[in-house]
């Protein structure tokens, strides 16, 4: 079974600064998806970013990008200018290439954004 | 357009009563996801309905969790005689199938409490 690991259960940065959240995943699987979910007190979990297994590029959208090691299994977030909107609970996900197939989360990292 | 919406918001009941919970996928999404976000979590997968039929229900913890989905549009999930173990958030998400990644766009989730 696949799983994710998140080893950082808080984070913090300075408005402005840039921040790295962590995310290790096991798979046998040589086709998967991975993404980065942010879950603010609201409940509603919102796409920050994601990536194809079979990509060597790094993806990347506006502040966010990830710097993805497949033959190490990780899988990390950076985020550049931290905003004060970007505080929240953010939760990396797993998803085999197979339409329909459900994600599997790590287990979140509270990331904190000091004015 | 419209996200997918949950309800009701908030969820209060007694253990061993009956509970249902529904959830309105985005017009034309024809996948259908239900999750169970426990306090402190990440959220993990129950069940996925392709059309009306569910396609995937490994995740229901037990007999006690059904979901319907009879129109292949809203979606309830039913739990009988509630268990104080049962208070969670339960997280529900729509695709459509063929797009691009198969994207899952989340509802803001109902909160269960079983007290």
């Known amino acids: 079974a696949q799983t994710v690991t998140q080893s950082q259960p808080e984070m913090s940065v300075q408005e402005a600064e840039t921040v790295t959240l962590s995310c290790t995943y096991d798979t046998s699987e040589s086709d998967y998806y991975l993404f980065w979910y942010k879950q603010p007190p609201s409940r509603q979990m919102i796409l920050v970013i994601r990536?194809?297994?079979?990509?060597?590029q790094n993806a990347t959208e506006n502040r966010f990008s990830v710097n993805f090691q497949k033959a190490a299994k990780s899988f990390s977030l950076k985020i550049s200018d931290s905003q004060l909107g970007d505080a929240a609970m953010y939760f990396c996900?797993?998803?085999?290439?197979?339409?329909?197939?459900?994600?599997?989360f790590g287990e979140g990292t509270q990331l904190t954004v000091n004015p | 357009g419209a996200g997918v919406s949950q309800t009701p918001s908030n969820k209060v009941t007694e253990k061993g009563k009956y509970v249902e919970l529904r959830c309105d996928p985005i017009?034309?999404?024809?996948?259908l996801y239900w999750y169970r976000q426990s306090l402190g979590q990440g959220p993990e997968f129950l069940i996925y309905?392709?059309?009306?039929?569910?396609?995937?229900d490994s995740g229901l913890p037990n007999d006690r969790f059904f979901a319907v989905r009879p129109e292949g549009s809203v979606s309830t999930l039913k739990i009988q005689r509630t268990e104080r173990g049962d208070s969670a958030v339960y997280l529900c998400?729509?695709?459509?199938?063929?797009?691009?990644?198969?994207?899952?766009?989340f509802g803001p989730g109902t909160r269960l409490t079983v007290l």
């Open positions: 990536q194809e297994a079979y990509k060597q």
């Open positions: 998400a729509s695709s459509l199938w063929g797009s691009s990644y198969n994207e899952q766009f």
């Open positions: 017009s034309g999404h024809t996948a």
């Open positions: 309905f392709q059309g009306t039929g569910a396609a995937d």
């Open positions: 996900a797993y998803r085999e290439e197979t339409s329909g197939s459900r994600l599997t």
